[in-house]
T-cell receptor, first 112, second 114 residues
């Protein structure tokens, strides 16, 4: 089955700096790569996603890049703010009932 | 829309007891999922359903059962609770359109088995 590895497990940045979280996947048939943000005591919420026919996608301060050859994708957050502090999960899935395999998460702390 | 709702929010079970975690969504999604999240870990899929009357096992189904009699409800049953089932359980739902896989998550149920 699919295996998703996520790094780093914790990340601390100064407000205004950029943050990068990286994930690798094992199944070359995976074609959908979402990123979820989980705030304390809440369920994960989708923040951005990318499909295998696209190399990069941007939404304001958040961007995701995908390298299909190397089977890795990354989340980039620019101009970080304290409210960006949360746990971020990457995931990978195929055209299979939308089932996703999740990474173990990255705890991002943005220090004011 | 309330989205995905889960009850209860918290529960403490004794070893060997049983319980049902409730999940309801009001978005008319065909796909529904149950995940567990252990401390410091990602989400592991327990069971999923692609529509009423259809369920299938995920990555970690042992010790759990599900049913899907309606589009809205997807309860998760724990039989003979064990300490290894101490976790936070999340229910999620998504559209069944091949171009939209976004999953909408409930707030979670924190379960402790002692």
């Amino acid at each position: 089955g699919e295996n998703v590895e996520q790094h780093p497990s914790t990340l601390s940045v100064q407000e205004g700096d950029s943050a990068v979280i990286k994930c690798t996947y094992s199944d070359s048939a995976s074609n959908y790569f979402p990123w979820y943000k989980q705030e304390l005591g809440k369920g994960p919420q989708l923040i951005i996603d990318i499909r295998s026919n696209v190399g990069e996608k941007k939404d304001q301060r958040i961007a995701v890049t995908l390298n299909k050859t190397a089977k890795h994708f990354s989340l980039h957050i620019t101009e970080t703010q304290p409210e960006d502090s949360a746990v971020y999960f990457c995931a990978a899935s195929k055209n299979n009932a939308g089932k996703s395999t999740f990474g173990d998460g990255t705890t991002l702390t943005v220090k004011p | 829309n309330a989205g995905v709702t889960q009850t209860p929010k918290f529960r403490i079970l004794k070893i060997g007891q049983s319980m049902t975690l409730q999940c309801t969504q009001d978005m008319n999604h065909n796909y529904m999922y149950w995940y567990r999240q252990d401390p410091g870990m990602g989400l592991k899929l327990i069971y999923y359903s692609v529509g009423a009357g259809i369920t299938d096992k995920g990555e970690v189904p042992n010790g759990y059962n599900v049913s899907r009699s309606t589009t809205e409800d997807f309860p998760l049953r724990l039989e003979l609770a064990a300490p290894s089932q101490t976790s936070v359980y999340f229910c999620a739902s998504s559209y069944s359109v091949a171009t939209n896989y976004e999953q909408y998550f409930g707030p979670g149920t924190r379960l402790t088995v002692t």
